[in-house]
């Protein structure tokens, strides 16, 4: 099992929907989670941390479930410009020294 | 602009050369890692280094290696390349060291194509 999975797609949505990833983590001592966006041919860039009470920033939700051991990304009334791939990371145990696992990144295309 | 910068932006080179990548972080910014993203991956950590040694490694080969320095710039190497190297080589930076000391902002990359 890979330790950090997600759906690669592409997620195919009309502007204005909703739409939902989910992304699942093997190491159940992980400590940290994030949401990274990244567009075509550019570096990653933080999207949203991931905490265990779950947040909002304005039509993105984050939600972690620590028991199934996955978190998950609700973008809601979603823009043209959402266009991208979603990478989930997770940062073990071990402090900051282990570095950040992504998944291999979920692509969205929102359609006009 | 996240403040980390990354030369050369493209490069190619051969099987068995030897490539040196640089990256500039934000001063302050005193722990730097490096990840390789292949095409279609998501990046895979390399190695972090903390005010200028080495305190965590991922399952890279010893022929990847590294250095920071005082000025907050840092430098990946690679020896031997293969064709498997090519990849985009992203530097990111953060104040500290541990799991929440901040986001981590990442330099736009070096795209590497060995031939």
């Known amino acids: 099992r890979k330790e950090v999975e997600q759906d690669p797609g592409p997620f195919n949505v009309p502007e ?5 990833f989910n992304c699942t ?3 159940s001592a992980s400590q940290s989670f994030f949401w990274y966006r990244q ?6 860039k933080l999207l949203m941390s991931v905490y265990s009470s779950g947040n909002e920033d304005g039509r993105f939700t984050a939600q972690l479930n620590r028991a199934s051991q996955y978190i998950s990304l609700l973008i809601r009334d979603s823009k043209l410009s959402d266009s991208a791939t979603y990478l989930c990371a997770v940062q073990g145990s071990g402090g900051g020294a282990d570095g950040l696992t992504f998944g291999k990144g979920t692509h969205l295309i929102i359609q006009p | 602009e996240t403040g980390v910068t990354q030369s050369p932006t493209h490069l190619i080179k051969t099987r068995g050369q030897q490539v040196t990548l640089r990256c500039s972080s ?4 005193n722990t730097v890692s490096w990840y390789q993203q292949a095409l279609g991956q998501g990046p895979q950590f390399i ?11 991922g399952n890279f080969p010893p022929r990847f290696s590294g250095l920071q320095f005082p000025n907050y710039s840092s430098e990946l190497n690679v020896n031997a390349l293969e064709l498997d190297d090519s990849a985009l080589y992203l530097c990111a930076s953060r104040y500290g060291q541990g ?3 901040g986001e981590l ?4 990359g070096s795209r590497l194509t060995v031939l």
């Open chain 1, 16 to 20: 204005g929907a909703t739409v939902a």
């Open chain 1, 25 to 27: 983590y093997s190491n």
């Open chain 1, 39 to 44: 567009d075509c041919r550019k570096e990653p």
């Open chain 2, 26 to 29: 934000q001063s302050g910014h």
């Open chain 2, 47 to 57: 190695f972090q280094y903390y005010r200028e040694e080495e305190n965590g490694r």
């Open chain 2, 99 to 101: 799991p929440n000391t």
């Open chain 2, 105 to 108: 902002f990442f330099g736009e």
